[in-house]
């Protein structure tokens, strides 16, 4: 860490958003994200990709996330501001159509994770109720998660906060179910080593790669965490504890979890479950009634993948204000609620957009398009996020000697350099794996595109920052 001596934040006085999230807010804020993203609902892919030595899959895919996460915390110290990775990729190249793309990219990738997210809720929530279809399970549960977003990112961060205490809970008993198995004698630890060959991955190489293409969506979310800079209170000292401090925590509860299910649950029954962590529980291994431990696990899960949801969901309509402050969308994404402070447009917009998802998704389902929707969602969301991770590295080295007259975290380049080859290998097979997942990923982006047509076109340029709703607001009172 460079010199901490006090200096003035930039920024700091005449951002629109307030700081209002602390460096232990920040933390849970991370943990929560990356814990309920994936492990939850994506573990049974992972198993069936690999066999009952799934775990290695998340171990490595943990660590190639973690290293990718210390560039984003050099650089959100260096510039603690909204954007994320479009502010790095625009200070580094200058490029308005590359800050762009990775813009609607990560934009887009969001957009995705919230609806794989949401159509894993629909699947444990089939468990407790199964009247409500799965679509209006889906999208009514995005549409909830839209009004606490406009409520205030404050409320947002607190309730991340204490949901993320309910699903470390729901992790403890997978693994306390494991150690009460193994105790007893009945674990076989061979499954640990066990890689399958014989389905669609004829090496051990092949299979683990799969394995973290799968797991890499539970690693996602840290990225979230860097848009919301220019709400944290004091960046410089947060933001590399909380991000990496968050992975590495995330990380170790992956490997237990994974190792705890693999040694209780056959492999083949865990590849089968929509919801596989519930299979650990239903074992009965618990001296608790299996029904209620089954309702109790699923609620919990739904809590797990509520608190994912949520913060992707606060992610979104940030980054179209980011951009409507730079006129690349119209200007309207920038107007700021006058009481609640949110980003409301946005939220509505970006609401829209998800529902839209879950939507079209279904119906190619049941047209018999062949495909599973949250794994289709999940891999668009990794393709498009890798890409922007391994142009994140790149932009770290690049921007090395600027902007270093104040604190900031110093990530290791020997690591770096293991995380953008990491990060390109588990791309190019994932789209090797997938090469479908590219035609959404277009479609997407196409959305995006037509935003910044639409503002190219008819926006007043030079006022994407300065809207009237905005002018007319500035001296409001702001949420408490």
């Known amino acids: 860490m460079a010199d901490s001596a006090t200096i003035p934040r930039p920024d700091e006085d005449d951002s629109e958003l307030k700081r209002s999230i602390t460096g232990r807010l920040l933390f849970f804020y991370t943990l929560g994200d990356v814990l309920g993203s994936g492990i939850y ?5 992972v198993a069936a990709a690999v066999g009952g030595a799934f775990w290695i899959a998340f171990a490595l895919g943990v660590t190639v996330a973690a290293i990718t996460g210390a560039a984003y915390a050099e650089l959100v110290t260096k510039y603690p501001q909204a954007a994320g990775a479009s502010l790095y990729v625009n200070k580094a190249f200058g490029s308005r159509p590359l800050t762009f793309l990775v813009t609607v990219s990560f934009l887009a990738a969001s957009m995705a994770a919230s609806g794989s997210l949401a159509v894993g809720f629909a699947s444990y929530f089939d468990t407790l109720w199964s009247a409500p279809p799965a679509l209006l399970v889906s999208l009514v549960f995005v549409a909830l998660l839209v009004v606490v977003n406009f409520i205030g990112i404050t409320e947002s961060v607190w309730m991340n906060m204490l949901m993320t205490f309910v699903e470390v809970a729901g992790l403890l008993i997978v693994m306390v179910i494991g150690i009460i198995h193994v105790s007893r004698g009945d674990a076989d630890f061979g499954v640990l080593t066990a890689i399958d060959t014989s389905g669609d991955y004829g090496s051990p190489a092949l299979a683990v790669l799969a394995g973290i293409s799968f797991s890499f969506f539970a690693m996602t979310g840290f990225e979230n965490t860097a848009n919301v800079a220019e ?3 004091d960046p410089y000292k947060a933001f590399p504890r909380s991000l990496v401090g968050g992975m590495m925590v995330a990380g170790l509860v992956y490997v237990l979890v994974s190792m705890a299910a693999a040694l209780t649950v056959p492999n083949d029954v865990l590849a089968n479950s929509d919801a596989a ?4 529980v239903k074992a009965g291994i618990l001296p608790f009634s299996t029904e209620f431990m089954t309702k109790l696990f699923s609620i919990i899960a739904l809590i797990a993948i509520t608190n994912t949801t949520l913060v992707t969901i606060v992610t979104q309509p940030r980054v179209l204000y980011g951009m409507a402050r730079e006129d690349v969308v119209p200007g309207v994404f920038a107007k700021i609620h006058p009481t ?5 447009v946005g939220l509505i917009f970006s609401g829209l957009v998800v529902g839209s998802l879950l939507v079209i998704g279904t119906l190619v389902t049941e047209a018999g398009g062949g495909i599973d929707l949250v794994g289709r969602l999940a891999t668009v969301t990794v393709v498009l996020l890798l890409a922007i991770y391994a142009l994140v590295i790149v932009t770290c080295f690049k921007l090395r000697g ?13 690591l770096l350099v293991v995380g953008l080859v990491g990060n390109l290998a588990i791309l190019y097979f994932t789209i090797w794996d997938d090469p479908y997942s590219l035609v959404w990923c277009a479609g997407l982006i196409g959305v995006g595109l037509v935003l910044f047509l639409v503002e190219y076109f008819f926006g007043n340029k030079g006022t994407g920052s300065r809207t009237p709703d905005l002018d007319a607001t500035s001296s409001a009172t702001k949420e408490g």
């Not at 609902?41 to 892919?45: A, R």
């Not at 962590?277 to 650990?280: D, T, Y």
């Not at 609640?340 to 409301?344: A, L, Q």
Request: no cysteine; aromatic share 10%; net charge negative.
């Open 277 to 280: 962590l519930l299979e650990v």
């Open 340 to 344: 609640r402070r949110s980003p409301w």
């Open 231 to 233: 709400e944290t209170i």
């Open 402 to 414: 600027q902007d270093e007259d104040h604190p900031f975290f110093r990530a290791s380049s020997p």
């Open 41 to 45: 609902v994506l573990i049974g892919l």
